[in-house]
């Protein structure tokens, strides 16, 4: 009976435990939900919950005010949230994936999840937000039981055919430009969730860096201009 047990743990065929709280660390029940969601007490992995706020949360594409977005605006207001995010968090260790989710759904909107390297590390972390705010909204964070993102996303999605779209219960995970990636976590990095990049590219020839550089000092005055000082969303 016991083998049985631990072999359908956090399955479909668990009728005690919730399978998509084990898998996603979140469920669309919320407290509501007729199966256990088993809080760890420790682990590597912290949920920040709801925490990105889109700048076309209400309509995809689209402002509060009903005006259309360009999305390169849209893509760049994600990375200028996700460096600042990475930033704050890596002081207090390795992070050795950091995920985003671009889902809809109530319980998933905004979710984000940062796994450190050590589960000391991920506790320091989660002391140090306890309290916080961020763009003037108070920090929700717990520990996650997600510790393979792998069984937690989306396949369809990465391969841009899920007929769910964004209320699918599997994570969405909203991607950063090749350079942001290699600036934060460096060239030989995989994907987020811990799978090998399938190419290596040779380093790139100093104007290549010139430029770069160039182009990061126009994100940082637009940066400003957008959020009104970057540091000061921290609380």
């Known amino acids: 009976m016991a083998e049985h047990l631990a072999s359908i743990f956090g399955t479909e065929k668990d009728r005690v435990n ?4 084990f898998k996603i660390g979140a469920c669309r029940h919320g407290d509501r939900c007729s199966r256990l969601h088993n809080r760890p007490a420790i682990s590597p992995t ?6 990105y706020q889109r700048p076309d949360m209400i309509t995809p594409g689209v402002d509060a005010q009903g005006q259309p977005i360009d999305p390169r605006k849209i893509q760049e207001h994600f990375e200028d949230f996700y460096e600042d995010i990475f930033e704050e968090l890596s002081k207090f260790g390795e992070i050795e994936t950091l995920n985003v989710c671009d889902n809809l759904a109530d319980h998933m909107i905004g979710n984000v999840y940062v796994q450190f390297k050590e ?9 140090a937000l306890q309290g916080r ?22 396949r369809q999605y990465e391969e841009n055919s899920c007929n769910r779209g964004g209320y699918c ?23 987020f969730w811990g799978k090998r990049s399938r190419s290596r590219s040779v380093s790139p020839p100093q104007h290549y860096h010139r ?12 940066r400003r201009d957008y959020r009104g000082g970057g540091k000061e969303e921290w609380r």
């Open 18 to 21: 919730c399978p998509f709280y």
């Open 46 to 51: 912290l949920l920040l919950s709801n925490m």
């Open 119 to 127: 589960e000391d590390q991920a506790a320091a972390a989660l002391n």
């Open 133 to 154: 705010f961020y763009s003037g909204r108070p920090i929700i964070a717990d520990f996650s039981p997600v510790t393979d993102f792998r069984e937690a996303t989306c």
């Open 169 to 191: 219960n599997f994570m969405h995970v909203k991607m950063i430009g090749r350079e942001l990636r290699r600036k934060l976590f460096g060239r030989h990095h995989g994907r």
């Open 211 to 222: 430029r770069e550089r160039e182009r990061e000092r126009e994100r940082d005055h637009e």
